[in-house]
């Protein structure tokens, strides 16, 4: 029997949405992938399982099976008051939990033909001038193209050099079942609470059975953050003792132009950190990286190592634009976070505008025919900067 290592045009190093996708794009096109994935599947993830209707509509897949539950009704409060209920006429924000979800992507990866491997953790790669070289909890694989799909605390990022160039938001979440009013009360129906936390919010997901509730904002003011949840809790009428689950994480936001290729790498989803700073979600940006990786990777993994830039500029020129655009918009609303709700809870602009948002039919730079980015960057260069 041969000592050498098992070799594979591509090797992908997590199977959360981005690994998923990526896994399926190339299985499709007869790219020989391995995807590798440290947890048993179907496995826990912290998130609020919110996937924008755009997203949905980017993936272009049935997500039926898996969703628990369409939201078209948003509640807006402002530190904790004021609710005012916001109805839409189609479904805005499809609710899933992410073992179910990220499991349903993964075996579509796998009916295309991909190796799925999970319970197996990397925990070394080596670049070589030919191959890369990953040494895992069951052996050492051998790779063209390695691709970091591993998430906020990429291990491949980190030793590809590739993981400064971020800032980072922190997130806490519960998971807790719902009583029969609480079902009724929420079923299609999401609560964001706007200006209780600087660049941050809380949240409660309606899940079907359960209710996801949480909070997040930048690192900086993670101090703030439990006593946050612990008032949102409340106002809710929950208790934290009752959570199913409680769990926190970071939320990693890619500064412009920071490096996402190297030798024979490439970083996808949040070990790329394409979170988008204003909601701090990151589904969307995993399923674009993964899909927008294929094409590069497949041509790297065939020997055109140069594709690779490709595909950073690829997010430079499809994704950055709006999570840079994301970051003014933050900016602004967090100087004016009561206009902000009142905005979203009472003008009819700026909620038909949100709702074209959410659906795909817009985005930040072209909301408004582009008039609300000319107006915020106005106000993001005129308002004072709070001190501290
Ligand atoms: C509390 C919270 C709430 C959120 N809510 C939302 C939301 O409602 N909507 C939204 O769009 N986004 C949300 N997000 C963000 C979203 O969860 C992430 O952006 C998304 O999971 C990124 O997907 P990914 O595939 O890049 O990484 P992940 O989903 O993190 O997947 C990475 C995978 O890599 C595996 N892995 C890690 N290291 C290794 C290793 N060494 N070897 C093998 N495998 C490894 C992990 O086990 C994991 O399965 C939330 C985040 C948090 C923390």
């Known amino acids: 029997m041969s000592n050498l290592p098992e070799s594979f045009p591509v090797a992908i190093v997590g199977a959360g949405p ?63 008051g004021r609710p005012v209920l916001r109805r839409a006429r189609q479904p805005l924000i499809f609710m899933v939990m992410r073992d179910a979800f990220d499991a349903y992507l993964v075996e579509r990866a796998a009916r295309a033909g991909a190796e799925v491997r999970d319970g197996v953790r990397v925990d070394r790669v080596d670049w070589q001038e030919h191959a890369v070289l990953l040494t895992t909890s069951r052996g050492t694989v051998r790779a063209a193209v390695v691709v970091g799909a591993d998430g906020a605390n990429s291990r491949v990022a980190r030793e590809a050099g590739l993981a400064n160039g971020r800032d980072l938001d922190l997130a806490l979440e519960g998971e807790f079942p ?29 899940k079907g059975s359960g209710l996801s509730v949480g909070v997040g904002g930048p690192l900086l003011y993670r101090a703030q953050l439990r006593p946050y949840y612990e008032r949102l809790l409340r106002w809710l009428g929950l208790e934290a003792r009752d959570a199913e689950r409680f769990s926190g994480h970071h939320l990693p936001l890619r500064r412009p132009g920071a490096p996402i290729v190297a030798h024979r790498t490439v ?32 041509r790297a993994a065939a020997g055109d190592l140069a594709a690779l830039q490709e595909y950073q500029r690829a997010i430079d020129r499809e994704l950055m634009p709006e999570l840079l655009e994301a970051r003014v918009l933050l900016r602004v609303f967090d100087r004016m976070p009561r206009l902000a709700h009142w905005l979203m ?22 909301l408004g025919g582009g008039s609300f980015r000319l107006a915020w960057h106005l106000l993001d260069r005129l308002l004072p900067v709070p001190a501290g």
């Open 18 to 80: 981005a690994g998923a996708v990526l896994a399926y794009e190339l299985a499709t096109t007869g790219v020989r992938v391995l995807l590798l994935e440290k947890e048993r599947l179907p496995r826990y993830k912290p998130c609020g399982g919110g996937l924008q209707a755009r997203v949905v509509r980017r993936l272009g897949l049935d997500l039926q099976p898996v969703v628990r539950a369409a939201v078209d009704q948003l509640v807006f409060t402002y530190q904790l």
């Open 178 to 206: 719902a009583p029969a009013a609480a079902r009724a009360r929420w079923a299609t129906t999401a609560l964001l609470d706007l200006g209780s936390l600087p660049s941050g919010y809380g949240w409660l997901f309606p």
């Open 267 to 298: 970083l996808v989803g949040d070990a790329a950190g394409l979170v988008d700073p204003f909601t701090g979600e990151g589904l969307l940006g995993a399923v674009v990286s993964g899909q927008l990786a294929a094409g590069p990777v497949a």
């Open 345 to 366: 809870g009472n003008g009819q602009l700026a909620w038909r505008n949100l709702v074209r948002l959410l659906v795909g039919e817009s985005d930040y730079r072209r």
